[in-house]
């Protein structure tokens, strides 16, 4: 069992800056590929990027790619989300996953484990 807990949403610019962090505990956290997702309402929760165990590969959605960072830290069981210059398309309650897998998962059945959410809210 994993408890993932996501925390840093809020209210931002367009073109400003978040940082959302993921901090989780329970089982061995370097075992799981890590990714976050997020959702709009009455839309589907999308993948937005993903990291591997190792923290050595990384993958992003096509949507977030050049703006957006993650990153983990094994020893403090946290992962990162760095999102800049940020849209009002970005707007969404952003969800922290955790998959008990070492290939990089898009799709969102793959993940074992979910967060509460984190609300992030661009204005224009």
């Known amino acids: 069992q994993v408890q993932l807990v996501e925390s840093g949403g809020g209210l931002v610019q367009a073109g400003g800056s978040l940082r959302l962090s993921c901090a989780a505990s329970g089982r061995t956290f370097s075992s799981y590929t890590m990714g976050w997702f997020r959702q709009c309402p009455g839309k589907e929760r999308e993948f937005v990027a993903a990291?591997?165990?190792?923290?050595?590969?990384?993958y992003y959605a096509d949507s977030v790619k050049g703006r957006f960072t993650i990153s983990r830290d094994n020893a403090k069981n946290t992962v990162d989300l760095q999102m800049n210059n940020l849209k009002p398309e970005d707007t969404a309650v952003y969800y922290c996953?955790?998959?008990?897998?070492?290939?990089?998962?898009?799709?969102?059945?793959?993940?074992?484990?979910w967060g509460q959410g984190t609300q992030v809210t661009v204005s224009s």
């Open positions: 996953a955790a998959d008990f897998d070492s290939v990089i998962a898009t799709r969102q059945y793959r993940y074992d484990y």
């Open positions: 990291i591997s165990r190792s923290g050595r590969t990384t």
